[in-house]
C-alpha cells in the first residue's frame, strides 16, 4: 500500500498528519464566484494536493472528480445567469482580469492535477468544448515545494485559486487563501525534517513537538532546496 493511499495517522477532512492538522485554521471565505475544481482521480489521493484544501475554504464551491476507469467523466453544467471560465492558459486564452467587475458571476472552472492531466480537461469533461479559457497575469513565484518536478512559472492549484479570486473577489481573498497555503506547506516541510520548526508561520502545534511524528528526525534539520512542483494551469 502506498503513503497516499494509507490515512492512517491522517486528518480526514485536511489529509495532513494529525498532529499537523489545520482544519482550525481553514477560514470560511464567501465569494460571488462559484469554484468548480476538476481534480484528476490520481490528484485526488495525494496529500500533497492543494486544490481540495482551497475548495474547503470556499462555500460556494463544488470537487468533480474525474478519470475513474469505467466510470464517464462528470458533465458540466451551470447556472446560465452566470459565465464560465476555464482557468488555463491555452493559446486562445484571455487574461482573467477583463472579467474583472462582471455584471454576470463567474464559474470559473480549475482542472487539478498533473499539466497532461489538465491539459485534457477541456476534451475529457462534457460540456466544457465551448466555454473559455482566461489566463492569470505574471506575478511571484509559486512558493509549492512539495513535489519533485520543476517548470517555470506554474503554481500550486491553491495558489492559481487564489490569485485568481483575488481578480475577482478582491485580495483579501487571495491573502486569506495564500496565508493557510504557507502553513499547510511549510508544516508538511518540518513533518520532512526539511525545516525548523521556528520556521514554520504560526508554529508548529505543541503536540506535534511532543509527540514527533516524524520517527526521530532532527527538529533542527538545515533546510535544503526542493524542486517545485507543478499542476495544469501553470499552476499546481
Avoid at 61 to 84: K, L, N, W
Avoid at 113 to 141: E, F, H, I, N, Y
Avoid at 192 to 208: H, L, M, Q, Y
Wanted: charged content about 25%; aromatic content about 4%; proline content about 9%.
Amino acid at each position: 500500500m502506498s503513503r497516499r493511499d494509507n490515512p492512517e495517522g491522517r486528518c480526514r477532512r485536511c489529509r495532513m498528519h494529525e498532529v499537523l492538522c489545520l482544519c482550525a485554521l481553514i477560514p470560511r471565505i464567501e465569494t460571488r464566484t462559484r469554484l468548480v475544481l476538476v481534480i484528476h482521480r490520481f490528484e485526488e489521493r495525494k496529500p500533497t494536493n492543494s486544490g481540495q484544501l482551497a475548495a474547503l475554504c470556499l462555500p460556494n464551491s463544488e470537487v468533480c472528480i474525474r478519470g475513474i476507469a469505467g466510470t464517464p467523466a462528470p458533465q458540466f453544467t451551470h447556472d446560465p445567469a452566470t459565465q464560465p471560465l476555464l482557468l488555463y492558459p491555452d493559446a486562445s486564452a484571455t487574461p482573467l482580469s477583463s472579467f474583472a467587475g462582471s455584471a454576470r458571476p463567474i464559474t470559473l472552472i480549475v482542472p487539478d492535477g498533473t499539466w497532461r492531466q489538465a491539459a485534457k480537461v477541456r476534451q475529457r469533461m462534457p460540456g466544457l468544448a465551448d466555454v473559455p479559457c482566461v489566463s492569470l497575469p505574471p506575478d511571484m513565484p509559486t512558493s509549492y515545494r512539495l513535489r519533485a518536478e520543476f517548470h517555470e512559472g506554474r503554481l500550486a492549484t491553491l495558489e492559481a485559486i487564489a490569485r485568481a479570486l483575488g481578480i475577482l473577489e478582491g485580495p483579501h481573498v487571495r491573502v486569506a487563501l495564500e496565508e493557510l497555503f504557507r502553513v499547510m506547506v511549510a508544516r508538511t516541510l518540518w513533518m520532512r525534517g526539511v525545516v525548523r520548526a521556528d520556521e514554520v508561520p504560526g508554529s508548529i502545534p505543541e503536540r506535534a513537538l511532543v509527540d514527533d511524528p516524524r520517527g526521530g528526525r532532527s527538529r533542527t534539520a538545515t533546510p535544503h532546496a526542493l524542486e517545485l512542483g507543478t499542476v495544469g494551469t501553470a499552476r499546481r
